[in-house]
C-alpha cells in the first residue's frame, strides 16, 4: 500500500477513548438552609482502560498537589504462578522452566482529571505474559521494553469534545490492552502478538454523540522513529453495542529492531474491526485482524496474517466471573511474523474464572496453544519440535 493510501487511513480512521466524568453531590442540610456545593465524589481511574472482569478501586485516594490540582492515586499489586508443558528456550538464549512465580503487577497510577491540562502516569515492574511465546519474569520484560514508567501522557482539553494527548500513549490497535489487570484474560493472546502495545507520541481524540474519533503520530511498536500514523473509530449503537475500526501503517522505514521492537510489524500496516456486544451479564467481542510486513532489502521481508478472535466475559454476580478467549492465525510469505516459520499457523484457547471482593481479586486460568506447518526448532520444547503447549495460571492481587 503506498504512503497516500496510509495517509488516508490513518485520517479516516480514529480511536474512541472512554472519558470517565464526576458525579457532583448536591445534598440539602437537615436544617433547610442551602448548603455550598459537595466537592466531585471519587471515580474509578480513567487511564489506564480496564475492560473487567476486574473493576478499578471506585473511591481512589486523592490529594491537594497545591497548584497542580487534585490528583487520584490508584495501583496494582499482584503476583502470579504458572505451569507450562514443553518450555522452550526464549530470545537471551535460556531455557524456560516448568514452573515460575513472580509479580504480575507492582504499579503506582496517577491521574489528574480535571481542568484544561491533566496528565496520567503509570509507574513501577510488570510482566507481559502471551501464549505461544516463552515466559519472561517481570524484571526481564521490565527492563527490555518500556521500563519503570511504561505510560503516561500530558493531556490538553480545550472543551469535552476534544483532548491532545502527548507522551507514552496505550496504542490504538486491538482488542486486548497492554497489562493483565486490564484484560479478560491473565495473558495476552496470538494476535496480540502481531500488535504494538506503547508508543511514543502525539495522539488527537474527538467525540460527538454515539461517534468516537482518534489519530496519532506516533514511533510505531516504541522504535523511536516517528513515522507510524495510526487511527480508530468507533460507533456505539443505542444499546451500547459497539463497532470499530483500527489502522496504523509505517509512513517511513524504522530499522530499529530491539525485544520491544520487532523490525517486520514495525514497518507493516495492522488493521482491526472489531465488534462488542453486550447482553446483561456476557458480553462477547469477535475481532477481525490483517497485518503485513513490506520487503525492505536490509531491514524486513514481505509477508502477511490474517486472523480472527473472539473475546467473552459471563458475569455470575458481583463477585464471580468467567472469560474465555478462543483465536486462529495465519501467516503466508517469507517474513515469519508469527515465530513459527513460513506459512504457519496458530490457534489457541484461554479459560479464566475471576473472584473480586473490594480491592481484593484472585484469578486462575487454563490456555492451550497449538501449531500447524511450523519448522523444527522455532516451535515449543527444548528442541522446538513440540506443536502444542498447555499452560495453568493462578493470579492473586489488590487494585487499590
Known sequence: MTKLKL????GSAGVGLLLAGSALADDQPAGG??????????TPMPYPSVA????ANGSPATFDAGPIGKVMVDGVVSGFALWQSHPAFDAFGNHNKDFYGDFSNAQIILNKTDGPIQFYLQVGAYDLPSLGTPYYKAKTITDNTYGYAPQGFIKLVPNSNLNVMVGALPTLIGDEYTFSFENYDIQRGLLWNQEPAVSKGVQVNYTNGPWAISGAVTDGY?????????GLITYTFKNTDALTFAAEGNAGTARTATFATPVQQNNGQIYNLIFTHNM??????????YNSSPNIPGVSFSGDTIGFAVLAKYQFNPHWSLAGRVEYIKSHGAANLLGYGVDSDAWSITVTPTYQQGIFFVRGEF??????GGTPGLMFGTFGTDDTQARLLAEAGVMF
Open 222 to 230: 516504541y522504535s523511536d522513529t516517528y513515522t507510524a500514523l495510526s
Open 280 to 289: 446483561g451479564p456476557l458480553t462477547i467481542s469477535p475481532y477481525l485482524q
Open 33 to 42: 438552609s442551602a448548603a455550598a456545593p459537595a466537592a466531585p465524589q471519587p
Open 7 to 10: 495517509l488516508l487511513c490513518a
Open 367 to 372: 490456555s492451550y496453544t497449538g501449531v500447524g
Open 52 to 55: 473487567g472482569p476486574l473493576v
